[in-house]
Protein backbone atom coordinates (compact mmCIF):
# COMPACT_ATOMS: atom_id res chain seq x y z
CA UNK A 1 0.00 0.00 0.00
CA UNK A 2 1.36 3.45 -0.26
CA UNK A 3 1.16 6.17 1.93
CA UNK A 4 3.64 8.65 0.12
CA UNK A 5 2.49 12.04 0.98
CA UNK A 6 3.86 13.25 -2.54
CA UNK A 7 1.90 10.42 -3.89
CA UNK A 8 -1.19 11.01 -2.29
CA UNK A 9 -0.69 14.56 -3.44
CA UNK A 10 -0.25 13.80 -6.92
CA UNK A 11 -3.25 11.78 -7.21
CA UNK A 12 -5.41 14.31 -5.46
CA UNK A 13 -4.17 17.03 -8.31
CA UNK A 14 -5.01 14.21 -11.02
CA UNK A 15 -8.65 13.71 -9.85
CA UNK A 16 -9.29 17.02 -9.69
CA UNK A 17 -7.75 17.83 -12.86
CA UNK A 18 -9.92 15.24 -14.57
CA UNK A 19 -13.36 16.80 -12.82
CA UNK A 20 -12.01 20.31 -14.26
CA UNK A 21 -12.57 19.22 -17.83
CA UNK A 22 -15.20 16.83 -19.47
CA UNK A 23 -14.44 13.31 -19.78
CA UNK A 24 -12.37 11.45 -22.61
CA UNK A 25 -14.51 10.01 -25.35
CA UNK A 26 -12.86 6.23 -25.85
CA UNK A 27 -16.20 5.10 -27.59
CA UNK A 28 -18.29 6.87 -29.64
CA UNK A 29 -21.98 6.21 -27.32
CA UNK A 30 -23.48 4.36 -31.17
CA UNK A 31 -20.69 1.42 -30.88
CA UNK A 32 -21.57 1.14 -26.75
CA UNK A 33 -25.01 0.96 -27.52
CA UNK A 34 -25.16 -1.50 -30.01
CA UNK A 35 -22.36 -3.28 -28.34
CA UNK A 36 -24.60 -4.04 -25.30
CA UNK A 37 -27.89 -4.38 -27.69
CA UNK A 38 -25.89 -7.51 -29.00
CA UNK A 39 -25.02 -8.83 -25.98
CA UNK A 40 -28.21 -8.75 -24.28
CA UNK A 41 -29.61 -10.88 -27.78
CA UNK A 42 -26.76 -13.42 -26.80
CA UNK A 43 -28.22 -13.56 -22.95
CA UNK A 44 -31.61 -14.16 -24.61
CA UNK A 45 -30.76 -16.40 -26.31
CA UNK A 46 -28.72 -18.74 -24.16
CA UNK A 47 -31.50 -18.68 -22.04
CA UNK A 48 -33.75 -19.86 -24.91
CA UNK A 49 -35.98 -16.88 -25.65
CA UNK A 50 -35.22 -17.10 -28.94
CA UNK A 51 -38.18 -15.09 -30.11
CA UNK A 52 -36.72 -12.14 -27.66
CA UNK A 53 -33.22 -12.87 -28.69
CA UNK A 54 -34.23 -12.23 -32.57
CA UNK A 55 -36.10 -9.48 -32.32
CA UNK A 56 -32.81 -7.96 -30.44
CA UNK A 57 -30.06 -9.57 -32.61
CA UNK A 58 -32.05 -7.50 -35.20
CA UNK A 59 -32.16 -4.34 -33.55
CA UNK A 60 -28.34 -4.81 -32.78
CA UNK A 61 -28.23 -5.44 -36.52
CA UNK A 62 -30.25 -1.95 -37.21
CA UNK A 63 -28.01 -0.62 -35.45
CA UNK A 64 -24.20 -1.89 -35.94
CA UNK A 65 -25.61 -0.95 -40.03
CA UNK A 66 -26.20 2.66 -38.99
CA UNK A 67 -22.34 3.49 -38.78
CA UNK A 68 -21.02 1.00 -40.99
CA UNK A 69 -19.60 -1.65 -38.51
CA UNK A 70 -19.06 -4.81 -40.46
CA UNK A 71 -17.89 -7.69 -37.20
CA UNK A 72 -20.71 -6.47 -35.37
CA UNK A 73 -22.94 -7.02 -37.89
CA UNK A 74 -21.37 -10.13 -38.86
CA UNK A 75 -22.03 -11.22 -35.28
CA UNK A 76 -25.88 -10.45 -35.32
CA UNK A 77 -26.81 -11.76 -38.82
CA UNK A 78 -24.57 -15.32 -36.93
CA UNK A 79 -27.31 -14.89 -34.10
CA UNK A 80 -30.52 -14.41 -36.05
CA UNK A 81 -29.45 -17.69 -38.23
CA UNK A 82 -29.54 -19.43 -35.27
CA UNK A 83 -32.31 -17.88 -34.21
CA UNK A 84 -33.83 -19.09 -37.29
CA UNK A 85 -32.80 -22.45 -36.99
CA UNK A 86 -33.71 -23.05 -33.37
CA UNK A 87 -37.04 -22.44 -34.87
CA UNK A 88 -37.34 -24.22 -37.63
CA UNK A 89 -37.87 -21.23 -40.06
CA UNK A 90 -35.42 -22.79 -42.90
CA UNK A 91 -36.09 -19.89 -45.49
CA UNK A 92 -35.10 -17.20 -42.83
CA UNK A 93 -31.79 -19.22 -41.69
CA UNK A 94 -29.80 -19.47 -45.22
CA UNK A 95 -30.91 -15.96 -45.75
CA UNK A 96 -29.04 -14.96 -42.91
CA UNK A 97 -26.79 -17.12 -43.93
CA UNK A 98 -25.65 -15.86 -47.48
CA UNK A 99 -25.74 -12.48 -45.84
CA UNK A 100 -23.02 -13.36 -43.22
CA UNK A 101 -21.05 -14.72 -46.15
CA UNK A 102 -21.35 -12.40 -48.57
CA UNK A 103 -20.01 -9.20 -45.82
CA UNK A 104 -17.31 -11.68 -44.66
CA UNK A 105 -16.59 -12.63 -48.18
CA UNK A 106 -16.41 -8.69 -49.16
CA UNK A 107 -15.82 -6.62 -46.19
CA UNK A 108 -14.20 -8.84 -43.42
CA UNK A 109 -12.30 -11.38 -44.73
CA UNK A 110 -10.63 -11.98 -41.41
CA UNK A 111 -14.26 -12.61 -39.70
CA UNK A 112 -14.00 -15.96 -41.18
CA UNK A 113 -14.53 -17.75 -37.79
CA UNK A 114 -18.17 -16.31 -37.60
CA UNK A 115 -19.68 -18.31 -40.44
CA UNK A 116 -16.74 -21.29 -38.89
CA UNK A 117 -18.84 -20.89 -35.55
CA UNK A 118 -22.33 -20.72 -36.72
CA UNK A 119 -21.39 -24.41 -38.85
CA UNK A 120 -20.26 -26.03 -36.09
CA UNK A 121 -23.24 -24.85 -33.94
CA UNK A 122 -25.61 -26.36 -36.47
CA UNK A 123 -23.24 -29.44 -37.10
CA UNK A 124 -23.26 -29.70 -32.86
CA UNK A 125 -27.23 -29.80 -32.80
CA UNK A 126 -27.14 -32.41 -35.01
CA UNK A 127 -24.92 -34.63 -33.32
CA UNK A 128 -22.47 -34.66 -36.22
CA UNK A 129 -19.52 -34.92 -34.42
CA UNK A 130 -17.08 -36.27 -37.71
CA UNK A 131 -18.08 -32.62 -39.09
CA UNK A 132 -17.00 -30.80 -36.30
CA UNK A 133 -13.96 -32.61 -36.07
CA UNK A 134 -12.82 -31.92 -39.63
CA UNK A 135 -13.65 -28.42 -39.32
CA UNK A 136 -13.14 -27.18 -35.59
CA UNK A 137 -9.45 -26.74 -35.95
CA UNK A 138 -7.48 -23.89 -34.06
CA UNK A 139 -5.61 -20.96 -35.58
CA UNK A 140 -3.59 -18.17 -33.67
CA UNK A 141 -5.40 -15.54 -35.65
CA UNK A 142 -8.17 -15.70 -33.91
CA UNK A 143 -8.69 -14.03 -30.39
CA UNK A 144 -8.89 -15.87 -27.03
CA UNK A 145 -12.98 -15.61 -27.32
CA UNK A 146 -13.57 -17.47 -30.55
CA UNK A 147 -10.49 -19.91 -30.06
CA UNK A 148 -11.66 -21.03 -26.92
CA UNK A 149 -15.59 -21.92 -28.72
CA UNK A 150 -13.94 -23.97 -31.09
CA UNK A 151 -11.79 -25.81 -28.83
CA UNK A 152 -14.79 -26.83 -26.67
CA UNK A 153 -16.79 -28.53 -29.88
CA UNK A 154 -12.98 -30.44 -30.83
CA UNK A 155 -13.16 -31.65 -27.31
CA UNK A 156 -16.67 -32.43 -27.66
CA UNK A 157 -16.46 -34.43 -30.86
CA UNK A 158 -13.70 -36.03 -29.47
CA UNK A 159 -15.20 -37.43 -26.46
CA UNK A 160 -18.04 -38.41 -28.41
CA UNK A 161 -16.04 -40.11 -31.24
CA UNK A 162 -13.17 -41.93 -29.37
CA UNK A 163 -14.82 -42.16 -25.57
CA UNK A 164 -11.97 -43.12 -23.35
CA UNK A 165 -9.12 -41.53 -25.60
CA UNK A 166 -7.83 -38.20 -24.35
CA UNK A 167 -8.45 -35.36 -26.53
CA UNK A 168 -5.94 -33.66 -28.65
CA UNK A 169 -7.60 -30.59 -27.97
CA UNK A 170 -8.06 -30.85 -24.34
CA UNK A 171 -4.67 -29.51 -23.28
CA UNK A 172 -5.30 -26.04 -25.31
CA UNK A 173 -8.77 -25.74 -23.96
CA UNK A 174 -7.34 -26.01 -20.46
CA UNK A 175 -4.64 -23.63 -21.11
CA UNK A 176 -6.95 -20.82 -22.87
CA UNK A 177 -9.80 -21.04 -19.94
CA UNK A 178 -7.16 -20.62 -17.18
CA UNK A 179 -6.31 -17.28 -18.70
CA UNK A 180 -10.19 -16.55 -19.72
CA UNK A 181 -10.76 -16.67 -16.03
CA UNK A 182 -9.10 -13.25 -15.52
CA UNK A 183 -10.59 -11.91 -18.66
CA UNK A 184 -14.22 -12.51 -16.91
CA UNK A 185 -13.53 -10.64 -14.22
CA UNK A 186 -11.84 -6.90 -16.31
CA UNK A 187 -13.46 -7.06 -19.55
CA UNK A 188 -17.39 -6.31 -19.84
CA UNK A 189 -17.05 -8.14 -23.50
CA UNK A 190 -16.33 -11.11 -21.99
CA UNK A 191 -19.13 -13.97 -21.76
CA UNK A 192 -19.11 -15.93 -19.46
CA UNK A 193 -21.31 -18.54 -21.03
CA UNK A 194 -18.23 -19.17 -23.27
CA UNK A 195 -16.17 -20.35 -20.11
CA UNK A 196 -18.96 -22.23 -18.40
CA UNK A 197 -19.15 -24.29 -21.90
CA UNK A 198 -16.02 -25.03 -22.35
CA UNK A 199 -16.05 -26.27 -18.57
CA UNK A 200 -18.46 -28.38 -19.11
CA UNK A 201 -16.78 -29.87 -21.93
CA UNK A 202 -14.06 -30.77 -19.87
CA UNK A 203 -15.87 -31.80 -17.28
CA UNK A 204 -17.74 -34.11 -19.46
CA UNK A 205 -14.33 -35.97 -21.30
CA UNK A 206 -12.92 -35.83 -17.91
CA UNK A 207 -15.83 -38.03 -16.76
CA UNK A 208 -15.51 -40.12 -19.44
CA UNK A 209 -12.20 -40.67 -18.59
CA UNK A 210 -13.30 -41.65 -14.94
CA UNK A 211 -11.33 -38.61 -13.58
CA UNK A 212 -14.06 -38.08 -11.18
CA UNK A 213 -12.89 -35.79 -8.81
CA UNK A 214 -11.17 -33.67 -11.96
CA UNK A 215 -14.30 -33.88 -13.73
CA UNK A 216 -16.56 -32.63 -10.35
CA UNK A 217 -14.07 -29.81 -9.79
CA UNK A 218 -14.68 -28.18 -13.42
CA UNK A 219 -18.62 -28.84 -13.59
CA UNK A 220 -18.79 -26.84 -10.56
CA UNK A 221 -17.56 -23.87 -11.60
CA UNK A 222 -19.39 -24.45 -14.86
CA UNK A 223 -22.42 -24.52 -12.47
CA UNK A 224 -21.42 -21.31 -10.53
CA UNK A 225 -21.05 -19.43 -13.55
CA UNK A 226 -24.16 -20.39 -15.01
CA UNK A 227 -26.10 -20.22 -11.82
CA UNK A 228 -24.31 -16.64 -11.59
CA UNK A 229 -25.27 -15.18 -14.88
CA UNK A 230 -29.01 -17.13 -15.26
CA UNK A 231 -27.35 -19.01 -17.76
CA UNK A 232 -30.55 -21.68 -17.16
CA UNK A 233 -30.48 -24.13 -19.41
CA UNK A 234 -26.99 -24.35 -19.24
CA UNK A 235 -27.41 -25.17 -15.74
CA UNK A 236 -29.75 -27.87 -16.13
CA UNK A 237 -26.97 -29.81 -18.20
CA UNK A 238 -24.43 -29.32 -14.94
CA UNK A 239 -26.99 -30.42 -12.43
CA UNK A 240 -26.76 -33.84 -14.91
CA UNK A 241 -23.36 -33.95 -15.62
CA UNK A 242 -22.57 -34.03 -11.78
CA UNK A 243 -25.29 -36.31 -10.68
CA UNK A 244 -23.43 -38.50 -13.26
CA UNK A 245 -20.58 -38.04 -11.53
CA UNK A 246 -22.00 -38.74 -7.76
CA UNK A 247 -23.60 -41.63 -9.00
CA UNK A 248 -20.46 -42.71 -10.24
CA UNK A 249 -18.58 -42.23 -6.94
CA UNK A 250 -21.76 -43.80 -4.90
CA UNK A 251 -22.94 -40.47 -3.42
CA UNK A 252 -26.40 -41.81 -4.10
CA UNK A 253 -28.66 -39.23 -2.42
CA UNK A 254 -26.53 -36.57 -2.94
CA UNK A 255 -26.58 -37.80 -7.07
CA UNK A 256 -30.52 -38.14 -6.58
CA UNK A 257 -30.42 -34.25 -5.30
CA UNK A 258 -29.04 -32.80 -8.49
CA UNK A 259 -30.69 -35.07 -10.96
CA UNK A 260 -34.06 -33.84 -9.34
CA UNK A 261 -32.45 -30.11 -9.90
CA UNK A 262 -31.73 -31.36 -13.43
CA UNK A 263 -35.23 -32.73 -14.03
CA UNK A 264 -36.84 -28.99 -12.91
CA UNK A 265 -34.54 -27.41 -15.30
CA UNK A 266 -35.53 -29.35 -18.30
CA UNK A 267 -39.22 -29.51 -17.69
CA UNK A 268 -39.13 -25.85 -17.50
CA UNK A 269 -37.20 -25.71 -20.46
CA UNK A 270 -39.03 -28.57 -22.55
CA UNK A 271 -35.60 -30.58 -23.06
CA UNK A 272 -37.30 -33.86 -23.95
CA UNK A 273 -34.33 -35.30 -24.38
CA UNK A 274 -32.28 -34.96 -21.31
CA UNK A 275 -35.82 -34.78 -19.15
CA UNK A 276 -36.08 -38.29 -20.12
CA UNK A 277 -32.62 -39.25 -19.57
CA UNK A 278 -33.09 -37.78 -16.06
CA UNK A 279 -35.94 -39.60 -15.05
CA UNK A 280 -34.22 -42.88 -16.18
CA UNK A 281 -31.60 -42.19 -13.69
CA UNK A 282 -33.81 -41.16 -10.97
CA UNK A 283 -35.78 -44.33 -11.32
CA UNK A 284 -32.53 -46.26 -11.37
CA UNK A 285 -31.45 -44.70 -8.10
CA UNK A 286 -34.70 -45.37 -6.49
CA UNK A 287 -34.33 -49.03 -7.92
CA UNK A 288 -37.57 -49.19 -9.67
Known amino acids: MKTNIVCGLALFLLIVSACSRPPKVVQAPAKAAADA ?86 YNSNENYAKIKELANDSYDYDIHNRIQILTYAVQADTYLNPGFISSSAKDLERLSRRYRGTIRKDVYANPTVLSAALYALAYHSFV ?80
Not at 46 to 65: E, I, K, P, V, W
Not at 77 to 94: K, V
Not at 99 to 117: F, M, R, S
Not at 232 to 258: M, S, T, V
Request: charge should be negative; proline fraction near 2%.
Open 209 to 288: LKEYPEAEKLISEAEDLDSRYENFPALGYDYWLRANILENNRQRDEAKADYIRAQGIFTRFENTEMLLKTEAALKRLKGE
Open 37 to 122: TLRLAQTLESQHRFGDSRQTYQSALNQYRSFGDLRGSAYALAGLARAAYANNNEESYHRFREELEALIKHGDPEAAYVPLLLDLYI
